[in-house]
């Protein structure tokens, strides 16, 4: 359980100011149908965060514990490094909109918005860390639901009211111990790293 908790709570702190969460903002401004927009975002989620859990568990079988512990400890400091980079999103991002729909348009740009994102990382990471890929792929879903799906009914009016530094902070910090603790080998005993 712990995989799914910490999961989720990374996740949601990591999204907070993300490029996926102001993606949410324009499309709610855009297109005002919370709906097709959110099942796009669960969608696009589970398949790329599927993708991520999978490599994670595939790190994991094939790479030896203890190189595996050192490669995931300085990854997930790297992460804490990355959650202080703000993110910018293009307005061209949501055009595929006038191709696809709403839900098409929201699948297309969070999944490709995911690809090589620091969330994506994250749960390739925590996969490996945890060894229970199942558990941290909903995790991660549910961490990015929760911080997208409020984007996605306030639009980007409360945007400006988020204090963006300190949730970054926390996110960061919470990297941090994770790669610091997996470094000095917490949770070898129950993961097998």
Do not use: C
Not at 47 to 55: C, E, F, K, P, T
Not at 96 to 105: E, L, M, P
């Amino acid at each position: 359980m712990e995989a799914l908790f910490v999961s989720t709570g990374i996740v949601a702190l990591a999204e907070i100011g993300d490029k996926t969460q102001l993606l949410a903002f324009i499309l709610a401004a855009r297109f005002k149908k919370p709906l097709p927009i959110i099942l796009g975002i669960l969608v696009a989620t589970l398949i790329n965060h599927g993708l991520a859990g999978a490599l994670g568990a595939w790190i994991m079988a094939a790479v030896n514990p203890d190189i595996l512990r050192w490669v995931l400890g300085f990854s997930f400091i790297g992460m804490a490094a990355w959650t202080l980079i703000p993110d910018k999103i293009e307005e061209d991002d949501t055009q595929v909109a006038k191709r696809f729909g709403i839900f098409g348009a929201t699948l297309i740009t969070f999944f490709l918005a995911e690809m090589g994102d620091k969330t994506q990382v994250a749960t390739v990471a925590m996969a490996a860390h945890y060894g229970t890929p199942i558990l941290v792929i909903i995790g991660t879903t549910l961490g990015m639901l929760i911080a997208d799906v409020p984007a996605v009914f306030v639009g980007d009016k409360f945007a400006a009211r988020i204090p963006m530094k300190l949730v970054h902070s926390i996110a960061a910090a919470v990297f941090a111990i994770l790669g610091v603790a997996t470094l000095l080998g917490a949770g070898s005993m129950l993961s097998g790293v």
